[in-house]
């Protein structure tokens, strides 16, 4: 890595440091005051972190990232059985504390991954079929490490299939199923990224999360798009501006 990468990779290690959401329970708690998508101005029901300068989701645009060599995400991820939950806002599939991603050197725990649809990250202006959060926490900080992958309508996911089936008949309440998905199966060969600093895309909106979002895109058949839109047609947050912030992309 030459030395304006080191300088960048420092500049984002330090912005998350600052900023970083640092409360277990913003990731994974219930909210109390309802929200909804058909009114995303959340800032105005009591969650003012809604309207900071650091948000999320963003229009990534291709001609203004800046093009470096940055360090790979290392995922240590295995084989867990399923704990799923429909929140009432999306379906999220939490962890049994085994996997983690490592960047520069810090490990952070795998906590849930959830779905969007359609994605809430645009990629020169246009939106993908949806959108998968793969979130991850720094158990000493708390600093929150998102990865997202866009999907595309293509094959039927076996990962996705699993969870698809294990569908929880009641809202907010996690169901634990004997079925087992590893996540290693959903990463592709290439795993370069786009990177930069933003927010929880939902309530509270806590900003400082560090976002990766991966360059190549995941598949996902018709059937499984229509089978998550059947439950939320919509839930994906409307774009931010990225305002002073940079936006890196991971060349090599």
């Not at 085994?98 to 991954?113: E, L, R």
């Not at 996705?160 to 004997?178: A, G, H, I, Y």
Request: contains cysteine; hydrophobic residues 35%.
């Amino acid at each position: 890595m030459n030395q304006f990468s080191i300088f960048k990779v420092i500049v984002i290690v330090l912005a998350v440091s600052i900023g970083s959401c640092s409360k277990n329970e913003d990731v994974v708690t219930p909210e109390v005051i309802h929200w909804n998508y058909e009114h995303p101005e959340w800032q105005t029901q009591g969650f003012s972190e809604c309207a900071g300068t650091i948000q999320s989701p963003v229009d990534i645009q291709t001609t203004n990232t800046i093009k470096v060599d940055l360090p790979n995400l290392v995922f240590n991820y295995s084989a867990f059985p399923i704990k799923i939950i429909d929140n009432g806002h999306t379906l999220q599939v939490n962890n049994n504390g085994t996997n983690s991603v490592t960047y520069n050197g810090k490990t952070y725990a795998f906590k849930q991954f959830h779905f969007h649809y359609h994605s809430e990250h645009l990629l020169d202006g246009v939106a993908s079929d949806m959108e998968l959060h793969l979130v991850h926490q720094d158990p000493a900080s708390g600093a929150l490490l998102v990865v997202g992958y866009f999907l595309k309508k293509g094959a039927a996911n076996p990962v996705f299939e699993s969870v698809f089936s294990n569908w929880p008949k009641q809202k907010e309440t996690e169901v634990t199923t004997t079925t087992s998905i590893n996540l290693t199966t959903l990463l592709p060969v290439d795993k370069r990224y786009y990177t930069y600093i933003g927010s929880l895309t939902t309530p509270p909106c806590s900003q400082g999360v560090t976002f990766f979002i991966m360059k190549t895109p995941l598949e996902v058949s018709g059937a499984q798009i229509d089978q998550f839109k059947a439950h939320y047609d919509h839930n994906a947050r409307p774009v931010q501006s990225l305002n002073s912030r940079l936006m890196y992309e991971d060349i090599l």
